[in-house]
């Protein structure tokens, strides 16, 4: 029952032009989001390849989850902070930092002091 109804699935994956496979030996995959990092150590990943992307599955027994002493902040995140407030992109990261992420809290702390 099982490997029939793999097959059909296989066959529909082909209809619409996926490809699956399982990758080997992977060793470890980091998540990273701007305040943490999720660590899954030997985790088994399936790839599922289209015509323009690849979508990755991940499973998990279990995983370890890091918060970062220091968020990260995107580029374009402390260069508007920058341009608005008309400071250099350092003391625009520092703001960011004191004001947690929030961009209109960091500009402030920047112009109203």
């Known amino acids: 029952m099982m490997r029939g ?3 059909e699935m296989r066959r529909m994956m082909d209809k619409m032009g996926l490809d699956m496979n399982e990758l080997s030996n992977v060793q470890e995959v980091i998540i990273k989001t701007d305040k943490k990092e999720i660590i899954i150590t030997k985790p088994s990943v399936t790839e599922m390849k289209a015509k323009d992307n690849s979508i990755f599955t991940v499973t998990a027994d279990s995983y370890e989850e890091r918060e970062l002493e220091v968020p990260i902040f995107s580029e374009e995140d402390i260069q ?3 341009q608005q407030a ?3 992109e350092e003391k625009a990261k520092n703001a960011l930092e004191e004001a947690e992420g929030d961009l209109a809290r960091a500009i402030l702390l920047l112009t109203s002091g």
Do not use: I, T
């Open 86 to 88: 008309g400071v250099d």
């Open 5 to 7: 109804g793999n097959r």
């Open 80 to 82: 508007l902070v920058s």
